[in-house]
């Protein structure tokens, strides 16, 4: 079985009990808390992930972040499974697929507008507001700066990319010069 299909798997059970007990955004925020540290602190995922150390040692070391996180009874249980299992080096893909159910649970799409400088709040604002007209679901929107786009914007939804960049409407005329020349 793939990574990624492991990963969904431990994601779809910690969503299932989030949604038994009405924490999923709660599960959702300690997920990505442990993601943070493991993210600033690359050595602890390869104690958690170390056979030489007992593996009761890594479960305490475990224990003792959970605690200082303060994490949930739950996701404490969840970090000590993915410890057991050796599967802490997972935690950014279940991270990412937990984001995923968790958004298609809440009724959320994230968006990303690429443009060649920060975009402003007001566009921003407005892009949002017409992406939830036409979906009907809350939208989150992220800018990044992307300059090689020269002029214009790309809006990044789901599996769609709305492409307005000027770099992208030279090289259509480009084509259709070159077309026409030959």
Known sequence: MSTS????????ALID????????EKFGAELRDWLTVTEESPELVKVLLNPIFKLEERS???GSVADKLSSSPQIKRFIGILVNK????????ISASYLKYEDELLGRLRATVVSPGEADETFLA???ERLSAETGKEIIISNEV?????GGFVIK???TVFDGSLKVQLELMREKMLGGAV
């Open 17 to 24: 009990i989030g949604k038994e007990e009405g924490t999923v």
């Open 157 to 159: 939804l789901e599996n």
């Open 86 to 93: 050796g599967k802490v080096g997972l935690l950014e893909d």
């Open 60 to 62: 305490a070391l475990a």
């Open 126 to 128: 407005s892009v949002k």
């Open 5 to 12: 299909a492991i990963s969904r798997r431990y994601a779809k």
């Open 146 to 150: 992307d300059p090689a786009i020269i």
